[in-house]
């Protein structure tokens, strides 16, 4: 139920998101600040789907939404959300340079800071937002004021956008593991910029271990007509990765095993031998769940390694032998003719030099 | 925690990037001479130059940047960089070295490192050894002792095997440059060959372990779409017409032949005119003396011996440069193509193996 891309106006939910936000809340028993009984006296709140559907979401998320600041210590009551549904729908598909970003500009950050913020920057699409590039920007926190170097911000936008004239402002990122006050300050700056922001956090803290990743979008709650509160609620975060992104990637994670996390690139042929190590390992696994679940497989799971193991081409063995040795000729020609170029140039060399 | 200080008792495998506050110390360049001997890159630098290519590059413009970072004894550490805008007509007014100021400038007050220390650029298939990547290596290398250019060549990364090269002038060519002289005898007395233009500097990456803790964590979240073309021998060698990457490298391969051919033609026609000038004056001199000696026989005064060098003006040597630098990418070339096909060889092998199993 996270996950409605686009909210749909179905009118009968609509009319009572009263008693939908309230058997909702009651599978999540935990999300306690959030999770007290709905006053009855909900304003029609009827206009937004969207916010409905924030609400069912933000129950689904444990520990996120319990991260909700309670501005006014409201429940999850829809009130009327910003303008128009989130653009382009629930999921944020993150590049891994902008968390490679993040985490570095967080060991980079002043003496006494204890997050540091910065812009993201991606493009729009009908069905998800993309962040695809980001920046760190000087703030100053401290108890009771935060300061954004907006300017700064937007001028490295400008610079930003010489480059690539296509990235928006789309919402800006947090260090550490909580959603403050300052948060809620810094979002409205932001929302000056681009319509309906992104907020990503990225736990550096590594509370529980993990470094988690959070992408949130803020809506207004509360009672009209009074203050305001703004919830942030959680979106699906997903990594999208180019083909050469995902290469870079898998061979940067190598770092995470070797003692001095340095790694040389590897040669070519070094490559071939850890994809069929790779391979190998692989189909150990395989082999193992297959002797374990002998009878009562998944008939899915057998058909898969039906199809893998006919993925090998059966070929009449001597056309395969044809194909191979005309292949090996191939390359082998293509060797020589390499090393013979070389060996002319060199000799040109040596004679024009005479 | 150890803090980029230089040499404060870390050695050179301990770690040099921080993992906590930013205890930035800047490491202290080495001496003027010292070599670059090894290029260690943050995973950070490698994912954005591969961002960068994939927004803006498609086709065969190349895309470039510049590395920032930072010397440690022997070791040059990039640990940031940023692109540049692509030259368009339509933006004349655009100032390269203002947009860089600026950029760096804004950089600094977010304590990302700010010296300068060489920049990048994509390759297509390979052809990148031209002038201007001589002149621009040689301005940065000239006002910063250790910068390096790197190639990142997105087409071989695509087929599985990040390719990343760091490439520094030899001392030797330094000097040409410096001298601006492409003359045939300063490049002879230089003694450069095509094997000595371009030093490659061997790349480490390293990372801090902040992360590698990211890194773990994508590892567990990300789905395992791998679409790799790593083992995929169709791209390889089996269809004859030019639009795969053999046939692409033999393609530029050929047309630098021709090139050099070109430039071999020349050379000759050149020296052909050289002897034949040589000849020519050797004969003048010789009628010039029978000459003189006939009117001296005959009491008159000898003609004046005129200037042989005015009378047959030598004619120009063809520059070589240029045909160095083919001669340079031409090795390049030969250089790709054998590497690719040692690993098709053993993909080969291996396809062998598998069906001599299967039967």
């Not at chain 1, 069905?127 to 590039?133: K, M, P």
């Not at chain 1, 699906?236 to 095993?257: H, N, P, Q, S, W």
């Not at chain 1, 002998?294 to 044809?322: C, Y």
């Not at chain 2, 240029?322 to 340079?328: R, T």
């Amino acid at each position: 139920m996270a996950t409605p891309a686009v909210p749909v106006s179905a009118p009968p939910a609509t009319p009572t998101p009263v008693p939908a936000a309230a058997p909702a809340s009651v599978p999540a028993p935990t999300p306690a600040p959030a999770a007290a009984p709905v006053p009855a006296a909900a304003p029609a709140s009827s206009s937004d789907p969207a916010a409905a559907a924030a609400a069912t979401a933000a129950p689904g998320q444990t520990p996120a939404s319990a991260q909700a600041p309670a501005q006014t210590p409201a429940p999850a009551l829809p009130g009327p959300a910003l303008p128009g549904p989130f653009p382009g729908g629930r999921v944020v598909r993150l590049h891994p340079v902008i968390l490679a970003s993040i985490v570095d500009s967080y060991e980079r950050r002043n003496e006494g800071a204890a997050r540091v913020i910065g812009t993201l920057l991606g493009t729009v699409d009908k069905h998800s937002v993309e962040v695809t590039n980001c920046f760190s920007v000087p703030h100053n926190e401290s108890e009771d004021e935060v300061a954004v170097d907006m300017e700064f911000a937007k001028n490295m936008y400008e610079l930003h956008k010489k480059v690539s004239p296509n990235e928006l402002i789309l919402g800006w990122y947090a260090t550490g593991h909580d959603i403050t006050e300052h948060s809620v300050l810094i979002h409205e700056y932001y929302s000056r910029e681009a319509p309906n922001p992104i907020h990503l956090t990225v736990d550096t803290s590594l509370q529980n271990g993990r470094m988690s990743i959070k992408a949130y979008v803020s809506t207004l709650m509360g009672v009209p007509g009074r203050t305001m509160g703004v919830m942030f609620t959680p979106l699906t975060v997903k990594y999208a990765y180019y083909d050469t992104e995902r290469i870079g990637v898998d061979l940067i994670m190598k770092t995470c095993f070797s003692p001095n996390r340095v790694i040389g690139l590897s040669s070519d042929l070094q490559q071939v031998g850890g994809a069929s190590a790779r391979i190998q390992d692989a189909l150990s696994t395989v082999l193992q769940y297959a002797e374990d679940v002998l009878v009562s497989a998944d008939n899915t799971v057998g058909r898969f390694l039906m199809s893998l193991v006919n993925q090998v081409p059966k070929i009449v063995p001597d056309d395969f032998e044809t194909m191979l040795n005309s292949n090996i000729n191939d390359l082998l020609m293509v060797t020589y003719l390499a090393n013979l170029t070389q060996s002319q140039i060199a000799l040109n060399e040596k004679l024009v030099n005479l | 925690m150890a803090s980029r200080k230089e040499g404060t008792g870390s050695t050179a495998t301990s770690s040099s990037s921080t993992a906590g506050a930013a205890g930035k110390g800047k490491g202290k360049g080495g001496s003027g001479d010292s070599a670059v001997k090894q290029v260690q890159i943050d995973g950070l630098v490698v994912l954005k130059i591969i961002k960068h290519y994939q927004e803006e590059g498609q086709g065969t413009e190349v895309v470039q940047g510049v590395l920032l970072g930072l010397v440690v004894e022997d070791r040059l550490e990039i640990t940031n960089c940023f692109p540049f805008p692509q030259h368009t007509e339509d933006d004349a007014d655009f100032d390269e070295v203002q947009y860089q100021m600026e950029m760096m400038r804004s950089l600094r007050h977010v304590n990302i490192d700010h010296l300068h220390v060489g920049w990048y650029q994509s390759t297509y298939y390979g052809s990148f050894v031209t002038r201007a990547l001589l002149d621009s290596q040689f301005s940065y290398q000239h006002a910063i002792e250790e910068s390096v250019v790197l190639i990142y060549d997105p087409i071989k990364t695509a087929q599985g095997s990040l390719s990343l090269k760091a490439y520094r002038l030899t001392p030797k060519l330094m000097e040409v440059c410096k001298e601006k002289d492409f003359s045939p005898e300063a490049l002879k007395k230089a003694n450069i060959t095509f094997e000595y233009m371009f030093e490659e500097v061997p790349i480490v990456i390293k990372n801090s372990h902040l992360i590698n803790v990211l890194m773990w964590e994508l590892e567990k979240k990300s789905a395992v779409a791998d679409k790799h073309e790593l083992l995929s021998l169709a791209s390889s060698i089996f269809t004859l017409h030019f639009s795969n990457h053999l046939g692409k490298n033999l393609q530029l391969l050929m047309d630098r032949v021709d090139e050099m051919s070109q430039d071999i033609v020349k050379y000759n026609t050149y020296m052909r005119n050289t002897s034949k000038q040589q000849q020519q004056k050797h004969q003048y001199q010789q009628r010039r003396q029978q000459e003189n000696m006939q009117r001296q026989s005959r009491g008159e005064p000898p003609l004046p011996e005129e200037d042989l060098s005015k009378l047959f003006k030598p004619p120009q040597p063809p520059a070589r440069m240029d045909s160095l630098l083919i001669a340079g990418q031409i090795n390049t070339y030969c250089q790709n193509i054998k590497e690719f096909t040692a690993q098709n060889l053993g993909k080969l092998f291996m396809a062998q193996a598998l069906q001599e199993y299967n039967n």
